[in-house]
């Protein structure tokens, strides 16, 4: 378990910032935007997501990195679960 989280954690590494900022923030505006229950679970979906890179990257995070992260997430599940009730 280990090694695939460090193997993925080092593909993330050289990803591009700002790409892939951009590309975030243009699913969290759909996601936000889109209307309804669809909207609700799409947000979830992404939360999901945001999740699964915590774990992974959780190691290498200094501790106010942890908390920022734990609160885009909380923020992302918060929505999802007001937009899909």
Known sequence: MQRTQRRIASRLARTNPTAVFLITLL??????????PLGGLFTLLLAAVVAALLVTTWPVQTPPTRVIRLLMLTLLVTVGLVKLL
């Open 27 to 36: 699913l969290v505006l759909v996601a936000f935007f889109t209307p309804g």
